[in-house]
Nanobody, 120 residues
Framework: QVQLVESGGGLVQPGGSLRLSCAAS????????AGWYRQAPGKQRELVAA???????AYADSVKGRFTISRDNSANMMFLQMNRLKPEDTAVYYC??????????????WGQGTQVTVSS
């Protein structure tokens, strides 16, 4: 069993910064691709940023230049540094990872989400 647990969300003023963390635990052999998604009220869940096991990254156009995704493979953790936050970044942010556990094919796991609210 694998669990992803996000932390670091909260209320921040426009222009501020937050750093989200995602800790993966369980019988993990390796974490392949990972990413951060978000879902605002009344909207579909969207990909914000993704990172491969080798560290290659990709970002949604709306966050390019403001958000940075990273990972610590030795600690099974992923991060999302969010700078110059805007009210439209308000959403529940979810961590996602493709995880291999021993004797099983890779499987897609999700965290429970952490609320980010950008408001003055």
């Amino acid at each position: 069993q694998v669990q992803l647990v996000e932390s670091g969300g909260g209320l921040v003023q426009p222009g501020g910064s937050l750093r989200l963390s995602c800790a993966a635990s369980g019988s993990i052999f390796t974490i392949n691709a990972a990413g951060w998604y978000r879902q605002a009220p009344g909207k579909q869940r969207e990909l914000v940023a993704a990172i491969t096991s080798e560290g290659s990254t990709a970002y949604a156009d709306s966050v390019k230049g403001r958000f940075t995704i990273s990972r610590d493979n030795s600690a099974n953790m992923m991060f999302l540094q969010m700078n110059r936050l805007k009210p439209e970044d308000t959403a529940v942010y979810y961590c996602n990872a493709v995880v291999e556990i021993p004797d099983h094919p890779p499987f897609d796991y999700w965290g429970q989400g952490t609320q980010v609210t950008v408001s003055s």
